[in-house]
């Protein structure tokens, strides 16, 4: 009878047993436990057991701790299975490489149960490890890099070599189509620019910046925008160079006039137009500025007009004034005969009729200021000698009616402190003639001073140096 009751007892003992540790075998669950903490069980039961495990607790434990060793994201990491249950210690500086541990190890082949003790600690403030790693990362993305960075980079230099190609040809082709210099590079190196265009496009999609590569391409318009809003008066100034050149309405050594600006035109540059005033200066106006304004040209028709005006007495004739100037007109040998001078009366004035003179001269060999100067001071001669009179509006007043004068008895002009009278008629005061001669030594000549202001310009250092666009376009 005792027999039999210790056999019933020894038999649900063991049957106790073997259900708990089946209970125990069939856990799937990971739990966190510090260093030196219980273990306590808060599992929930894996859906499946394997009565019969294929993997043995020593490889998986290899496996788990060399896995944990290549990542180098844990110190001292070490791993250890008993009967499928996973225990885990070691270090980490990131709660999520420890969350990493534990996932892994529970999805690993034969793991019933995870024990997660690795404990987070924080890093060292001074720490340079996650900079050397960045720089192995890179260092080995360089490498794998390096086959495409030379394929691009020869693909570069096609392109550009086929960019120089293109202006070659496109000059060569414009060559017998267009007569400006400047209009067949701009030609040129306008075909060129989406021969470059797309063999950069192709670069960057062989270097693999796809998304960088349709932004080239979508935002070429858009930059091109902002670069002419943003350089509107280089753009201006470069765009007038081309319509001066090509139209030219000037050409080198021409006298102008450019707004207040009067000069001998030296170059015409992609920026602006150089001039030499008349008084040896140099004046550079921006192109922009020279195509908008009006300009006067003194050399393209060498026959320049000029006149003056001479006031005579009313009391001379008209005609004979007008013969008497037109006479110094035509004997003067830089006047022309076609066009005609003319002598006009040009209207009647306070103490003068004014007389208008008209003369044309040839620019081009002689100067205005000096023939002025000469024709001035031959007509004054001239009427000096017939006699005809040049009264001064300021200081002579004509009297039509005469003017009655008393004559004083010579007691009486003493009694008064008046000088004595004189007989006889005043002395007339003898005015020197004035010379014929066609030119004085204080003239300096009547040649024109265009070939001095060319010489001072040889001499002259030029303040811009870029290529003469008007010689460019006369030598093509």
């Not at 693999?208 to 590569?213: F, V």
Request: hydrophobic share 45%.
């Amino acid at each position: 009878m005792t027999f039999a009751i210790w056999l019933l007892t020894f038999g649900l003992s063991a049957l106790v047993a073997a259900q708990g540790k089946g209970d125990a075998a069939t856990d799937a669950e990971i739990v966190d436990a510090a260093d030196g903490a219980t273990d306590e069980e808060a599992l929930q039961a894996p859906e499946v057991v394997d009565v019969d495990p294929l993997a043995e607790d020593a490889a998986i434990a290899n496996r788990l701790t060399a896995i944990l060793n290549a990542t180098e994201w844990f110190h001292e990491p070490e791993v250890r299975v008993e009967e499928g249950v996973v225990f885990l210690t070691g270090r980490t500086t990131r709660p999520e490489s420890k969350e990493w541990a534990g996932q892994l190890s529970k999805n690993t082949q034969d793991v019933v149960a995870v024990v997660n003790r690795i404990r987070v600690v924080e890093g060292p403030w001074w720490d340079l490890t996650p900079a050397w790693n960045e720089l192995r990362t890179l260092g080995r993305d360089a490498v794998l890099g390096m086959p495409l960075f030379i394929v691009g980079l020869v693909l570069l230099l096609f392109t550009w070599y086929a960019a120089r190609l293109s202006v070659s040809v496109a000059h060569r082709v414009f060559e017998s189509r267009m007569d400006n210099r400047l209009l067949r590079q701009v030609a040129a190196r306008a075909v060129a620019i989406p021969v470059f265009l797309l063999g950069l496009y192709l670069v960057l999609r062989i270097s693999g910046l796809t998304q960088m590569a349709a932004t080239v391409v979508g935002g070429t318009g858009l930059i091109g925008l902002v670069i002419g809003i943003a350089f509107r008066d280089i753009a201006e100034n470069f765009l007038a160079s081309i319509l001066i050149s090509t139209q030219r309405p000037f050409a080198i050594g021409d006298l102008i006039k450019i707004e207040d600006q009067k000069g001998f035109v030296q170059s015409v540059t992609t920026r602006g137009t150089l001039l030499m005033t008349l008084d040896g200066n140099h004046v550079q106006i921006p192109n922009a500025t020279v195509y908008k304004a009006t300009i006067q040209n003194f050399t393209a028709n060498p026959k320049i007009r000029q006149d003056f005006t001479v006031g005579v007495g009313y009391d001379d004739s008209l005609a004979a004034a007008q013969e008497t100037a037109l006479s110094v007109l035509r004997e003067h040998p830089t006047v022309l005969d076609d066009p005609e001078p003319w002598v006009l009366v040009e209207q009647l004035g306070a103490a003068t009729v004014n007389l208008r003179v008209y003369f044309w001269i040839d620019g081009n060999k002689h100067s205005v200021l000096k023939v002025r100067s000469a024709i001035v001071r031959q007509v004054k001669g001239a009427f000096d000698q017939a006699g005809i009179s040049m009264p001064d509006e300021a200081r002579e007043v004509i009297f039509p009616n005469d003017v009655p004068v008393r004559m004083l008895s010579d007691d009486t002009a003493s009694g008064i402190g008046l000088p004595r009278s004189t007989t006889g008629p005043p002395e007339h005061v003898s005015r020197k003639a004035e010379t014929d001669e066609v030119s004085t030594p204080a003239e300096g000549g009547l040649a024109s001073e265009a070939d001095e202001i060319r010489e001072q310009a040889r001499q002259s250092r030029t303040p811009d140096e870029g290529s003469n666009l008007l010689e460019e376009t006369s030598a093509s």
